[in-house]
């Protein structure tokens, strides 16, 4: 399994590092970290596109599942009822959990990349990549990559949580609501999706900030390179589906 891994996932992303490195960035590693990370994203974009599709889908339909919940107590029913609703917005409550599962291996395999360190691996690079000569560490001749940097690490989980507030808006405190609504306790899954939403905007950013420091400044320009693009990457998409009413 590790080397099936390795041969589809991290394989090809290491030896487009080396690629870069040697052809692009002329031996800066810390260019190279940001332009594997940006192709990797561009790759995945019309995959990223179907969760984010699937997540605003979703939340439109939050209203009419609740009202199915309220009209149809027997679970049968209202699991066709639910079923039809589904089908009528084109969606399924499982498309955006399989787009994140398919993205995982290649997210992994790049992070993977960065955090073994720095140093050339003969044995995996392609016959028709040449091997640098030169590898330049210090990025902006400030920061040495295969060094731990407190800046990086807290740039790291500041983007981390701009990412998860954007991804997890907290909903409009004056939006209009039964009163029966208000009183009424929530659900397992209310109450899941909450604690995931919590954890996601104020957790996480502290998790990645916190390993980014502990494992070193390639890895936190990595995550500090993949929040940006998502940021900027969500923000353009949920304004075209805006447009598009999906």
Request: hydrophobic share 45%.
């Amino acid at each position: 399994m590790s080397a099936l891994w390795n041969s589809i996932f991290y394989n090809p992303i290491y030896n487009i590092l080396i690629f870069i490195i040697d052809n692009i960035t002329f031996g800066d590693v810390g260019f190279a970290i940001i332009l594997v990370t940006i192709i990797v994203k561009l790759a995945l974009a019309p995959l990223t596109r179907k969760s984010i599709k699937s997540q605003i889908l979703m939340k439109r339909m939050e209203p009419e599942i609740k009202q199915i919940k309220k009209d149809y107590p027997n679970k049968e029913e209202q699991a066709k009822k639910t079923f039809e609703l589904y089908k009528k917005y084109g969606t399924n409550p499982f498309s955006g959990c399989l787009v994140i599962i398919i993205q995982l291996p290649i997210i992994f395999a790049l992070y993977y990349v960065f955090y073994k360190g720095l140093s050339i691996d003969s044995s995996i690079i392609y016959s028709f990549i040449q091997i640098p000569t030169t590898l330049h560490t210090n990025f902006l001749g400030l920061l040495e990559m295969g060094e731990k940097s407190i800046v990086l690490a807290f740039l790291a989980g500041l983007t981390q949580f701009i990412q998860g507030y954007l991804a997890t808006p907290i909903k409009p405190k004056l939006e209009i609501v039964k009163e029966e609504d208000i009183n009424a306790p929530k659900t397992f899954q209310e109450q899941l999706s909450d604690s995931m939403q919590m954890n996601v905007r104020y957790i996480l950013p502290i998790f990645i900030a916190f390993i980014a420091w502990q494992i070193s400044a390639a890895v936190a320009l990595y995550w500090i390179t993949s929040n940006v693009f998502t940021i900027v990457q969500e923000w353009y998409i949920r304004r075209q589906l805006s447009k598009n009413s999906i």
